[in-house]
Structures are given as structure tokens and as C-alpha cells.
């Protein structure tokens, strides 16, 4: 096959999910055209502005929506706007074109003639349809349209959703099913899962009849809106959106849609009933009751006329308040906090696995509906093998990246224990089927085993198991676990092959503390007597939400400074002995990176980071300053970007600003502007999943290259009493402005006082431990400080900090 490279893409449509798609492949540094139709009041109108109106409206809603969808903003110049009546033509440029525009058969079919007319050949169509047959599309069609057309089903919004459905028609090219898929992959950060032509794919089909499923046992159970949430989210492993937040996100005209299509395409699906529409969502429907879209759907929100309460929707001030609507009476109330003794007692469980095991045993309302609710899923699931895909792993992986489930149903099915659970569900009047039995009675107890850190799924065609696709690059730390190299309560070190160890943890928001300090500790000393380096990476939903606060602030609360001092002490030299190390140290962190977890992303020899990794010192916000070296580790690099051309003050500056305000990067790309990143050095990687083998990889090529242990450094240029009276000038403007509180300045003065290397009277050379040393002091007494504890503690309960 010819090797195929993508230089430019094409966009047909610019609403909701077409503006963000193309933003998204301009995310990746792809020149993007992006079409819509000319409104019809421009029809006969000589004037671009007007005729592209449309497409240009849509775009600024897009860059202007939140979550952004970019990792920079930047990179919208890749796009260029057009018109079908004028630019079509322009597509004859394009290698990849993607049609994204309303859900009619008829006005796909008419684009595509019109498409098939002007592409050149050779060149990519696909649809992003999620209802209409995608071997419907294509009728009519040229033979070379039809062998490089198929199915690219996004999910929205496409820059956070990971899935990638690829849904190819029989007379699709093989090749160009492979591409996509390996596309997708690698350079769009996808899960790709190959999907079959069937009503709503994979995970639209399993996550719609989840709902589906849990709106009639809200009727069987007795259950209120309010209880359903409070059980289906981060509890189980699902986004906090739960059901019917999630509902209302995506919009319930659209999930009505979904289901109806699944019943009236689905005649032999053995749960249709299932799919039929309950008479209170039909009623919403015809109310325009639709979600977010709306204003109201599921619930709704309202402001109070004051901070106290009891005012009417729409009033001026007061507080917002989120109202619940109440199925029986389709009247909205305040919400209400469930209480389920099964569930309190399985919140502390960190362990997602343990967790499950547990909800589904209890003896209480929550364990009955969580066993109703999973006998039903794993019964649904069972039946749509071979039906929707061949392979248990693709539904798993559907759902993971699609609708963010933490794990797959298959494998919760094993967590809670296939044959015992099939039992129980034959016991409750739930059908399995057929292979699932077949599979037990031939020995195989489990859908997914591993064997040497090789992820292998149950294929029920082969009665045996086989790789999952891509085990060599999606390599994960857990997968290992089974034969560690060492542990300890929190961390597990393992062997990842090549002569490479691997570090992982598992803590409350993998927060660290004493026993990830001695871990990283102990993999660092490990890798140094028998490996070639070491990667420190974890699978949770976060790498790291940073330092353990809870620990610092019962140590400052009971006034053990010396036990903080010495806490402080060992972070310290932990960061440092990441950075000091006689073998290569590479992070590869994802998601949340903050505080802590940053400190160690700026001492690794490289980091590898997700794309969506969302990283940044923010210490300042809880009344504290950088005290794991991050201080001292933007004052190096302020004094490695002095040039003799600028102020020396205007680097060191900048990197205050940016511990005193606390930014986080909103993405890996945001993370080198910020400096947190060093480009040339540190990696992006697209795809989560390949963090680990990327990071394994720069392992090797660090330790080939002659991998030499740096030297602490002696020289690091402080400026003293030249920078901190233009710094102090600077804290005092913002808070007699109102922009910083007392407390604010209090800390940024501290803060100041480190960056410059205290109150010397001119510029000065000084050691790295000279500046950590200045950092805990500074951290030390903040600990002290009232307002601090009061937002540290505020953190601990409620998640976010006092503003005091």
C-alpha cells in the first residue's frame, strides 16, 4: 500500500460538532477548510462577510464555548472558512474530507454527489453520522468514493472524548480501515474502535440502554432523580454527570432519539422493551423540557432573589440553586442529599475494584438496584456479541472512552466474578448468553487475563483468548502489578521489560505523601543498582492531585513543626533525588498534575505527558508557596533565560506571576508557555494510553545516549534587593487595587522574598540548597498562619479553597 499522509483536512458542516472537529485536527497542527451553507438572505449577495457568516459565527461560538476546544488558541489560525455554493471546489486540496452536517439522509446523499464531483482521487470521505446506516451513504457513488468511505463517529465534545468509532461499509478498503484506525490512534489521541453498521454502533447502543434501563427500575424501585445520580457516578466509576445530569448534557430530545431509533431498527433485541419511551420523558419532550439546551430538563436551574433563599427564578443577586424535577408530579424541588448506608460505608474505599465488590453485596436499596442494574448491563452486553462486535474488548473499550467509565462492563463482570455472578443473574431472571456459558464450561473463568504485563480478551469465536491490539504501545503500570518488584501501601514498583522500572500509586486523588516519598525513593535506589531508568506514571483518573494538604495541615493544626519541618525536609530531597539520579528519571503524567505532582514533572530528565494533562504550581491558592522545589526550580530556570539584552527582572517576573496567580495550563501545549514544560526536551504525547511505552522509550534512549548524572548547580543568579523592591512595588499595586487580599499579599511577599534569594544587596550566585532551604522556611511559617489553615481546610472539605 502506498503510504498515506494526512496534510490537510476538510470539514462539511459547522454546527456544534463540525466547529469542534476542526478545531480539533488544528489542535494537531493540520491546516483545516471548514464549509457550511450560505445563509439564505446571501444568497444573491456579492459580500464573503455575509455569505460566510454561518461558518464564521459557528467557529467564534466554538472558541468561545468552555471547555475550550483547543489546546491553544493559537491554533484556530490553521482554519480557514468557506461556503459550499463557492468553496467546495477548494476540497480538491484536501486528503481527508469529513461530513458533519444535519442528520438527513437526503442532504448527506446531495453533498456527496456534489463531493464525489470535485475530490480528487485517492481522497478519504467520511461521516460523522451516529443514526443514519452509513452503507446508505455512499449509494450512487464512484467506485474509488466508495473504497475510501466509511463511518468516523465522534463523540462530543471531540477534543475530550477519546472515542473514535470507525464503521466501514462492505465496500470499503481494508487498508483504509487500517489507516484510520492507526490514525486515530496516534495522532488524534483516539480510542479507535472498529464498529459494526448497526443502529447507533457500540457505545450510544450500550450507554443509551443503560439510561434506558435505569429509567425502569427508577419505576420498579421507587427511586428518585436525586437517589439514581447520587448511585451511578464517580461512586462506580462514572463521571460525576452520573445519569440524568448526563442526560441533560447531551439532550434529552437527542437520547429519545437514540432509543426510538434502537426500537423500531431493533426487532429481535432481546431487551427492546427497554428502549420504549416512558410517558414522563415524552411529556418533557413535548414540553421542550430538553436539558442544558433548554434551560431546564432534568433539573433546572434558578437564582434566589438573596443569599438567603425563597426568591423567584430569574430574580437579580442571591445564590443559584439547581432544582430537581420530581417524576411523579413533573414539578421541580430543591435537591435532595441521599443517604444510603451501603454507599458511606464504600466512599473511603479508594480501590474502584474493592469498591464494586462491595455495592454490589450490600443488603440495602443501593446493593438490590446495583445488582439489578449490572445483571441487567452484563445480560444486554452478552447478548450483543457478535451482533455489534466480535469482541468483548471493543464494547469495553467504547464505553471507556466514550461515555468515561473508569473501567469496561466486561471487566467489572470479572471483578465481581463471572461464574458466580452468572448464577445470580440466572437465580433473578436474567439471560445470558449463549457463549457466556460456553466460555465457563470450557474453563475459561474470566473475559480479560494478563500474562507477562499483556493485556489478552476472551474471543468467543476462537473459544480462547487473544491479545488486545496495541498491548506493546498501550503499555500500563497495572497490568504488571500481579509480580511486583517491590511495594509498599501505596505504591507498587514493577519490572516494564527492557531493563526499565515502572512506579505507580494508588491514593485518595493519588495525593502524596510519606508512602509515595519512600516509594519513588526506593524504585530510584532500585533502578540505580540493576536498571537501565525508571518511569513514574499511574492509571487512576488523575496522575496527581499533589501533596497530601490533609497530612500538612494536622501536623500545622497540632503545632509538630518539627515533624512538618522534616516532612517538607523529605519531599525536597525526594524531588531532588528524582533529579539527581545516576539513571534517567521520565514522568508521564495525564489529567490533574497539579502542585507536588508538578514539582516532580519539573525535576524529571523528561516528561512525557498526555495532551490533556492540566499541570501548574498552585500552592499560592491555599495560602502556601511552591515548597517541593518548585520555587526553587523557577528561579534556576528564570536564571538559565536572563539575557543581557532585557531587564533581568522581566524573566524572573514572569515566573512569579505565574506561581502567584496560581495558573494551570489547560492542556500539555498550554504547560511549555508557562514554562512548566521545556520544549525540545519534553514530550506530548496524543494518546493517553501510549504515555508509559513513550516514556519507557525515552528511558532507553536517555541511558544509550551516555546518560550522565547531573551536578547540582552552584549558580543559579538571584537578584536580591534589585528585583524584590519592583516585586513588592507590584504585590502592594494589587492589593490596594482589591485584586489581592491581605492574606495574598502576605504570601506573595513571601514568595518574592525566595524567588530573589532574600534581601541581599546585589545579585548573587548561590546553590540550589541554599534556595530549598529559603522555600521551607517560608512554607514553614505560612503553616502557621490562621488564614492558611482556614484554606487548607476548606479545601479538605468542600474542595476548594477559602477566599480570605
Known amino acids: ?61 466554538a472558541i468561545k464555548s468552555n471547555p475550550s476546544p483547543v489546546y491553544h488558541k493559537d491554533v484556530v489560525k490553521r482554519i480557514t472558512t468557506g461556503n459550499f455554493d463557492d468553496n467546495l471546489k477548494d476540497i480538491a486540496t484536501a486528503d481527508w474530507v469529513i461530513e458533519v452536517v444535519v442528520e438527513r439522509l437526503d442532504i448527506k446523499k446531495q453533498l456527496f454527489e456534489k463531493v464525489d464531483a470535485v475530490r480528487k482521487p485517492g481522497t478519504l470521505i467520511t461521516s460523522n453520522t451516529s443514526g443514519i446506516p452509513i ?128 426500537y423500531e431498527s431493533c426487532p429481535q433485541d432481546e431487551a427492546r422493551d427497554s428502549f420504549r419511551i416512558p410517558g414522563w420523558l415524552d411529556k418533557m419532550v413535548a414540553s421542550n423540557w430538553l436539558g442544558d439546551k433548554t434551560g431546564q430538563g432534568f433539573f433546572r436551574k434558578v437564582r434566589n432573589s438573596s443569599p438567603t433563599g425563597g426568591g423567584r427564578e430569574g430574580a437579580g443577586g442571591g445564590e443559584k440553586e439547581i432544582l430537581t424535577l420530581d417524576l411523579n408530579t413533573m414539578e421541580y424541588g430543591p435537591r435532595q442529599k441521599p443517604k444510603f448506608s451501603s454507599v458511606d460505608a464504600a466512599k473511603p474505599i479508594d480501590d474502584l475494584k474493592q469498591r464494586l465488590k462491595m455495592l454490589v453485596a450490600a443488603g440495602d ?85 494478563f500474562e507477562n504485563g499483556r493485556k489478552l480478551s476472551y474471543d468467543p469465536a476462537a473459544k480462547t483468548y487473544k491479545p488486545v491490539p496495541g498491548g506493546a504501545d498501550f503499555i500500563s503500570i497495572a497490568n504488571f502489578a500481579s509480580a511486583p518488584v517491590w511495594k509498599n501501601g501505596s505504591c507498587t514498583v514493577v519490572d516494564l521489560g527492557d531493563e526499565v522500572l515502572g512506579l505507580q500509586w494508588n491514593t485518595k486523588m493519588n495525593s502524596i505523601g510519606g508512602d509515595v516519598l519512600s516509594g519513588i525513593g526506593k524504585a530510584i535506589e532500585l ?150 514544560y521545556r520544549k525540545g526536551l519534553d514530550e506530548v504525547v496524543m494518546n493517553q ?35 524584590l523592591g519592583t516585586l513588592y512595588s507590584g504585590i502592594h499595586g494589587m492589593h490596594t487595587a482589591g485584586y489581592a487580599t491581605d492574606h495574598d499579599a502576605l504570601v506573595a511577599r513571601k514568595l518574592a522574598y525566595v524567588m530573589c534569594g532574600g534581601d541581599l544587596s546585589e545579585p548573587t550566585l548561590v546553590s540550589e540548597q541554599y534556595l530549598l532551604d529559603l522555600e521551607r522556611e517560608a512554607f514553614l511559617s505560612l503553616c502557621g498562619e490562621r488564614k492558611t489553615l482556614e484554606r487548607i481546610q476548606s479545601v479538605l472539605k468542600g474542595g476548594k479553597p477559602v477566599r480570605n
Open 135 to 262: 452503507h446508505l451513504l455512499n449509494e450512487g457513488r464512484s467506485d474509488d468514493f466508495k473504497k475510501h468511505f466509511c463511518g468516523t463517529h465522534f463523540f462530543n465534545p471531540p477534543r475530550y472524548l477519546r472515542l473514535l468509532e470507525i464503521i466501514p461499509t462492505p465496500e470499503t478498503d481494508p487498508a483504509i480501515v487500517d489507516f484510520l484506525m492507526d490514525y486515530g490512534d496516534r495522532f488524534l489521541g483516539k480510542t479507535t474502535v472498529l464498529a459494526k453498521d448497526t443502529p447507533a454502533f457500540i457505545a450510544n447502543r450500550i450507554g443509551v440502554y443503560g439510561i434506558m434501563a435505569i429509567f425502569g427500575l427508577i419505576e420498579k424501585m421507587g427511586l428518585t432523580i436525586d437517589e439514581v445520580d447520587s448511585l451511578t457516578g464517580p461512586i462506580i466509576g462514572r463521571p460525576k454527570s452520573a445519569t440524568f445530569r448526563t442526560a441533560d448534557v447531551v439532550g434529552i430530545d437527542t437520547l429519545v432519539k437514540v432509543a426510538k431509533g434502537v
Open 1 to 61: 500500500m502506498t503510504k498515506r499522509t494526512i496534510r490537510k483536512i476538510a470539514v462539511l458542516g459547522s454546527g456544534v460538532m463540525g466547529s469542534r472537529i476542526a478545531c480539533h485536527f488544528a489542535g494537531i497542527g493540520l491546516p483545516v477548510l471548514l464549509l457550511d451553507i450560505v445563509p439564505a438572505d446571501a444568497k444573491d449577495s456579492d459580500n464573503k462577510a455575509l455569505r460566510n457568516k454561518i461558518v464564521n459565527d459557528a467557529l467564534q461560538a
Open 689 to 723: 494510553n501510549r504515555r508509559v511505552a513513550e516514556a519507557k522509550r525515552s528511558v532507553v534512549e536517555l541511558q544509550e545516549s551516555g546518560y550522565v548524572m547531573p551536578v547540582q548547580r552552584r549558580d543559579v543568579k538571584v537578584l536580591g534587593r534589585t528585583a
Open 365 to 449: 436499596k443501593a446493593g438490590e438496584f446495583y445488582r439489578q442494574f449490572h445483571y441487567g448491563l452484563f445480560s444486554y452486553i452478552s447478548h450483543r456479541i457478535p451482533e455489534i462486535s466480535d469482541e468483548p474488548y471493543r464494547i469495553d473499550d467504547a464505553m471507556m472512552a466514550g461515555f468515561g467509565w473508569e473501567i469496561g462492563a466486561f471487566e467489572s463482570w470479572d471483578v465481581l466474578g463471572v461464574e458466580r455472578t452468572v448464577k445470580a443473574m440466572k437465580e433473578a431472571g436474567y439471560s445470558v448468553a449463549p457463549w457466556v456459558d460456553e466460555m465457563i464450561a470450557g474453563g475459561h473463568k474470566t473475559f480479560y487475563h
Open 527 to 676: 533502578a540505580e543498582k540493576n536498571y537501565r531508568g525508571l518511569v513514574i506514571a499511574n492509571e487512576g483518573p488523575n496522575f496527581s492531585a499533589g501533596a497530601n494538604v490533609g497530612m500538612i495541615f494536622m501536623l500545622a493544626i497540632e503545632q509538630e513543626y518539627d515533624e512538618l519541618d522534616m516532612a517538607i525536609r523529605m519531599f525536597q530531597n525526594t524531588m531532588m533525588r528524582v533529579r539527581y539520579s545516576s539513571v534517567p528519571v521520565v514522568v508521564a503524567p495525564h489529567a490533574l498534575a497539579l502542585g507536588g505532582a508538578c514539582e516532580m514533572s519539573l525535576h524529571a530528565d523528561k516528561v512525557c505527558a498526555a495532551a490533556e494533562t492540566y499541570t501548574g504550581l498552585v500552592e499560592l491558592g491555599v495560602g502556601l508557596i511552591p515548597g517541593g522545589g518548585g520555587t526553587k526550580e523557577f528561579v534556576l530556570r528564570s536564571s538559565d533565560e536572563m539575557h543581557e539584552d532585557e531587564p533581568e527582572t522581566i524573566t524572573l517576573k514572569n515566573r512569579f506571576l505565574t506561581i502567584a496567580t496560581a495558573k494551570v495550563a489547560t492542556s500539555a501545549h498550554e504547560a511549555y508557555g508557562l514554562g512548566i
